[in-house]
């Protein structure tokens, strides 16, 4: 079952139907749309039926990943048609997260940006909006890229807990302060550092951008986060990207800043989401605007750290005076990155799970949040960097990562483009290992639950070294 829609079948089409069907946020869970799907191969074709209400529409592709998505375009729009919608929305038919991976692998295929960009127009019927604001991105993103060495990597540290759970948070991790085995994932974090240094070492890795997340890293005591972040720091040269998600000012300390700036640091987000304290409170942050400003006046004035703030376009009780609040603050403090996200409705948060849905403001609004934010940033001299999308976004948007010129943060845009190996450390986190020319994927995936990454570390460790040897022995 998917979103209240059967499929039956063999896979691949039930991937086109998952993909299609969700990766947009097309379908609320409510609709009362009467539609099944059946999919079979006959010789060398995928036929997908689709019944409305009764009446039974016939899809068909080759068996190829072209035949896949043809079907998935075809079934996209007929459903859209169902329900009254246009055909097509501003990014057409093109469904997934990363729609700059694609441009980026048109760009290689035919040399230029303005064919790449005409290639997804022609085939996916992508707004000329949504075009332009791809092209701006993929340019921009485009010098970070030509790095082919499978010898420069970069590194992910993920600290899975928060001090409290937002309404629009899914992700099943829990409170530090109820974990009762701090020490113990303290340590085993420390032996996964440890083996990805002696990774390094063993095969004369290069990083170029280490990334510190979360949950939220600085939930950490100050000696644990001091003594985590000295070994970390072990990876990477001093002059490269090191970042950490310090998204919480409640959970900030001087010492914790100081740990930074000793570990060679420079770049850290602070994440306010809104600057309305009612808004903060209804989405279960632990702090307030005053303290987020406090925070970000005190980074300005005693280190040299670029900073990331993160707002959201949607949140319950939003409206569009919220955000040109959240602008003026940006305008007038000109932080190096903002990041504008729209907020995604996603099952398994307290948002969803407790019927919060009917506080948060219309599409109409969402996208004037979002339209404003952007003339606003791009106005005071940010350009877009990074983009991505979720599932059961609202109106099917997007986040933008948006930069002062010359100030990105890399790591976001190999995270997004991945086109650069990036092993992992902590629950929850994954790591990939990519070669050019064709970026196919050797993937690890650590589990989600704590106890389970403890338990299992060794184990854990061994697949890594047997996919990182299965690489890098033969460049």
């Known amino acids: 079952m998917l979103n209240g829609y059967h499929y039956t079948g063999p896979l691949p089409l039930g991937s086109v139907v998952a993909h299609n069907c969700g990766a947009a946020g097309l379908f609320s869970s409510n609709t009362d749309a009467d539609v099944k799907l059946s999919a079979v191969e006959y010789d060398d074709m995928y036929i997908l039926t689709v019944s409305i209400r009764g009446v039974e529409h016939t899809l068909t592709g080759s068996i190829s990943s072209l035949g896949r998505r043809s079907i998935g375009q075809s079934l996209l729009v007929l459903l859209r048609t169902e329900q009254g919608l246009p055909a097509h929305n501003e990014w057409g038919t093109m469904v997934g997260v990363r729609p700059t991976k694609l441009l980026h692998k048109y760009m290689d295929q035919y040399g230029s940006l303005e064919a790449a960009t005409r290639h997804i127009r022609d085939e996916f019927s992508v707004s000329m909006e949504k075009l332009e604001v791809l092209s701006k991105i993929g340019r921009y993103q485009r010098p970070f890229l030509g790095d082919d060495s499978p010898k420069h990597i970069s590194l992910y540290c993920g600290i899975p807990f928060c001090e409290t759970r937002c309404v629009y948070c899914s992700f099943p991790y829990g409170l530090y302060q109820d974990y009762p085995w701090q020490a113990e994932f303290i340590t085993a974090l420390l032996k996964d550092i440890d083996d990805v240094r002696s990774i390094c070492e063993s095969y004369n890795l290069y990083t170029n951008t280490l990334y510190m997340g979360g949950g939220t890293p600085t939930i950490l005591g100050n000696e644990d986060f001091h003594h985590l972040l000295t070994r970390l720091a072990t990876l990477i040269p001093e002059d490269r990207e090191f970042t950490v998600e310090a998204g919480r000012p409640d959970s900030i300390t001087v010492e914790k800043i100081r740990s930074m700036q000793h570990c060679h640091v420079n770049r850290i987000s602070i994440n306010p989401q809104t600057m309305d304290d009612t808004i903060l409170r209804r989405i279960g942050r632990g702090h307030n605007a005053q303290d987020i400003d406090d925070m970000y006046q005190y980074v300005k004035k005693h280190t040299d750290f670029a900073v990331n703030m993160d707002f959201i376009a949607g ?161």
């Open 315 to 475: 949140l319950p009780g939003q409206e569009i005076k919220h955000m040109m609040h959240n602008m003026d603050y940006i305008c007038h403090n000109l932080p190096e990155n903002v990041t504008i996200h729209t907020l995604a409705i996603k099952r398994g948060s307290p948002l969803y799970d407790l019927n919060m849905q009917d506080d948060v403001p219309e599409e109409s609004v969402v996208r004037h949040m979002v339209q404003y934010a952007k003339e606003r940033l791009e106005a005071a001299g940010y350009v877009p960097y990074y983009l991505y999308r979720q599932q059961y976004m609202r109106g099917q948007l997007e986040n933008i990562g948006y930069t002062l010129p010359g100030k990105a943060c890399e790591y976001n845009i190999q995270i997004m483009e991945e086109r650069q190996t990036i092993m992992s450390m902590g629950p929850g986190g994954s790591s990939k290992w990519m070669r050019p020319p064709l970026y196919r994927q050797k993937k690890q995936h650590m589990p989600k639950d704590v106890d389970v990454y403890i338990d299992t570390l060794t184990i854990l460790l061994d697949k890594r070294h047997a996919l990182c040897k299965s690489f890098w022995e033969v460049v």
